[in-house]
């Protein structure tokens, strides 16, 4: 009889919400804990308070339609998402120099946010179609161009961190619909040419940028022998990217030059952000492994620490909870993407599979990008921390994200 | 659609490689977080407790200035402000100093500023990390008192920084501008090319044009410092010193001699300008601009009052009228109507038209000339001498309006000369386009013609293009591109720019009627007073009619007329005639300039064989001849 009695939920994914509840619960503790430091802005935690219910509250609406519906509005959600990219670069609030938000009112929102979703739904819609054949140009040429149009016009506000998880969704997408690995990785050498030609430029003997590239190019050929005329345009374009960006960026002026790098390091000089790594670096390493203690931290609580409960709050948990703080948080990402992976596993309908993989791609992108960054190992490029970071829009957004990945799940058995 | 067992087997696959992926990405960081809090932990745990990291921005001194002679109109000398530096992570005790209104109240008295304002100085430092400056350019007697209250006053110092210099004062000071602390305003546009508060930027002048060129660029060093503020150690692992790079140099095609003199002689005015070119190459000899400002002030920092004094004053000291103040060209821009003339083929020199009884009746209005007398019977050459509006009210009714606005386009009026100052304004060269937006097509006569003529109406020219069409009919219309700056050191590739306007061109015996009359004014027409013994002047009175008030006193001309090496322009508001307000005025810069005096060797004129009059005619003829 006691059956009679047992709760019965949807079958949800389990594990996938805990993580993201307890996430958005460490989340709170840890904005409070940074917000709550004299001369700071008050109140910002009930406000963030009231945001994680709302996320909640729009999970909940998200997960309950059936994705057939978002798979059906796909482009007009597409297409609203790139006409706010546009109206946030003609009439969006500044602030840093650069234009990320649009103000409707009493609410500001980042539409990159919303775009990433978008633009996974899109691609979603796209790839799922039996007669697709990625090795064929027309094919694999579309999704490549929805791709370019929010990544331009969101590196264009100039957001760079953000802007780079529109081609990370893209490469994901590719490999999940079934791009052959050989061309995937093909495609993408001009890309890592072009970015070592950039990182290597100021170093003496930089022009040796080109070996590595062709050496991949070699190796990728004898690997995954692709048909001849592909590998031909491939070449052609490293050839073309290898001569012409050297041209390029030497006839440039000083101003457009030094704009190139502020978007390559978008806080400026790197003093600016290096400083804010250093700090963040302190935080985390004096933390040590049982960490000063909820409340407690010092470097956050001199307002040494820049942007501690946005962009930086991960060394908030790193100083005050320690190492063990901050493995359990990076457990929970590490249990969410995995949980995420599995969905688009066992997911029947190919749109629901793609989306799943989409979205978990964006969050997985996100979350190392951002902990790299404040542990000093990745370029300071100003995303948050997923669930964890104080913004509104930000977190609404990720809980649309987990809302659909729940989506998946409550429908896993559907084709 | 189902998936087909084909593809069921690759995302098996390629979900395990997906896994690894995420594995690894978390795992490198789970690395970073034990090199961090295990390996390091005592590292940073000691630099969070007794030591803090600095950022000490390393200022670029800012280039400096020249005249042609390598004479100094700018540059920075170092200065001392004293600085509010932000406390290590655990002194509270010190932070809470800070706070205490004792400690205020102390600093404020010392550094003479609203005790609010260190207040929240102060907490822009503690929020941001970055030390503020509460005074710059401290002087001796406060600088004193702080090193003597030293050790009381937590975290008060003194920091060295350039500060901008002008040895000449007043001197220059419009072509000059000034450099001041960047605006928040400013800031914000500016964020991506490393503008940082209390940053100087030039606001005017060349310190405006060249900002760019000048500023160079800051370093910045990491130190350790400890809790009280003194600096420890150079840490290992923070980015290394970045020098900073002093900004260009440079070297103005300015003369100070001539720019002396140019200020020496306008001394006296109120209101006015003076500008000198080189005729050869465009480069700005002198300007000048009165009311004039001294741009060291600017450099202490000014107070709200004495900014309103500049910028807002009847007088508005910051104005250049040099390149912004606008004047009816008068009688001078009967050089314009005559070449006009002799190009449009409508006169030769020796054209006469119907005499001069002291006026003309046109469209039933009576148009007086300024000699009431009348001047009689004149060829071209005698009416630019005497300066005769009846003649030129003839002239421009056969010269018709198109070719008239043509000429004075040619010579680059009425659009900004490109001169390397900002703010330039262009003036106004009315043409039938005009004309008929004011007044509707076809709904205008060409009565306005005879004003245009002699240089009145609507025309509106600056001191500066009033030299510009000096120069430029000194050296037979070739055209050309006002500039100060000659030289920018470590720049070789430096030019300045061509003329955008194409220049007027004439036959040579057409030029030497020009020349003959302007040299005719100055030796027997209306600007004797421009006269200098030995020297040949040839030059143009104007006189400005001035609805609100008394004439503007106008005067161009040029020197040696045989080889032209400067051309002036005067400018002086509500002062009467040319001849008598403003011609003697040259006669006195060329005097200084030109004749040897005891105290100094006379300015050097072109030698013969260099004529560049003659170089630019040769060169003017040799296409023509295929």
Known sequence: MATRWRLRLPPLDLPLAVAALGLTAIGLLVVFSATSVPGAHHGLWTRQLVWAACALAAAWIVAGIHYRVYDALAWPLYGVSLLLLVLVLVMGSSAMGARRWLDLGPLRFQPSEIAKIATVLALARWFDNPRRDLRRFLHWLPPLLFTLAPFALVAKEPDLGTSLSFPAILVAMYFWAGMPAGQLLLGLTPVFAAGAYLLMRSQPGGQWFVLPVVAAIITLWAVARPRLHAVLVVV??????????????????????????TFLDPQGDRYGA??????????????????????KGTQKALAFLPMRHTDFIFSVVGEELGLGGALTVVLLYALLVLRGWRLALVARSGFASLLAAGLVTALFYQVLVNMLMTIGWAPVTGLPLPLISYGGTALIVNGIQIGLLQNVALRRQES | MQPTNQVRDLRQRRHTLLVA????????????????????????????????????????PRGAIFDRHGELLADSAPSFSIVFRPFPAESAQRAREVRSTDWLARVSTLVQLDSAEVRSRVRFANRSGQSAVLRRDAPFAVLAAIEESRGELA??????????????????????????EIGAEELEKRADRGYRPGDLIGRTGVERTYEDLLRGSDGAEYVVVNAMGRRVAQPREVPSRVDPEAGHDLVLTLDLRVQRALEEVLAGVARGAAVALDPRDGGILGLVSRPAFDPNEFSHGLSRARWRVLSEGGANPLLDRAIQGLYPPGSTFKLVSMTAALRGGVAVPQTRLAPCPGGMNYGGRWFACWEKRGHGSLDLVGALQHSCDVFFYQLGLRLGLPRLEQAARDYGLGAPTGVDLPQERGGLVPGAAYYDRRWGAGRWRSGLLLNLAIGQGELLLTPLQLALLTAEVAHDGRPLRPHLVQRVVGRPEFRP??????????????????????ELVVTAGTAGAARVPGLRVAGKTGTAQNPHGQDHALFVCYAPAEDPVIALAFVVENSGHGGSVAAPMAGQVLRRLFLPDSLQRPWPRAAAADSARRAARDSAEAPRGD
């Open chain 1, 236 to 261: 052609l374009l490293n050839v073309a990217v290898c001569t012409v960006l050297p041209r390029v960026v030497d006839h440039l002026s000083v101003y457009q030059l030094r704009r190139i790098e």
């Open chain 1, 274 to 295: 290096g400083y804010q790594v250093i700090q963040s670096q302190i935080a985390i390493g004096s933390g040590g492994v049982f960490g000063k203690g909820y409340l």
């Open chain 2, 21 to 60: 992926l995420a594995l690894a990405g978390f795992g490198v960081v789970v690395v970073g977080l034990l090199v961090l809090q295990v390996v390091r932990q005592e590292h940073y745990a000691a630099l969070s407790k007794e030591n803090w990291v600095r950022l000490e921005v390393l200022r670029a």
């Open chain 2, 155 to 180: 975290g008060i110092e003194v920091q060295v920084e350039p500060l901008r210099h002008y040895p000449n004062g007043t001197l220059a000071a419009h072509l000059l501008g000034y450099a001041g």
């Open chain 2, 497 to 518: 720019p061509r003329p955008a306007q194409p220049g007027v061109q004439l036959p040579a015996a057409s030029w030497d009627a020009v020349h003959q009359a302007m």
